[in-house]
């Protein structure tokens, strides 16, 4: 599974992790410091989870795997059900 930002979405980080805003939609979104660094390997470098979750488990080793992917998927999941990421290639939504 791949995902992208949405679009319409911008990220303020604020102390203590971050903040999602749907320009368009209006919906804000919470992060904590783990939540902003897994949003900012959405960038287009990193979009799939089993890479996104790599990348995750060297910056937290004492994390185990299992773990660690439960968490991004149910992070995923709510960004997803709330339109701030888009499955496949961002590009794809305004098209």
Not at 60 to 65: C, E, L
């Amino acid at each position: 599974m791949t995902l992208s930002p949405h679009p319409d979405v911008i990220c303020k980080p604020v102390s203590g992790g971050g903040i999602l805003l749907h320009t368009r939609d209006e919906v804000y979104y919470g992060l904590d410091p783990v939540g902003l660094r897994i949003w900012e390997l959405l960038q287009p470098e990193i979009r799939d989870v089993d890479e996104l979750c790599a990348a995750l488990a060297a910056d937290y080793p004492d994390v185990s795997r299992d773990t660690l992917r439960t968490d991004v998927l149910e992070l995923l999941e709510n960004l997803k059900n709330s339109g701030l990421v888009v499955a496949g290639a961002a590009e794809d939504v305004r098209a």
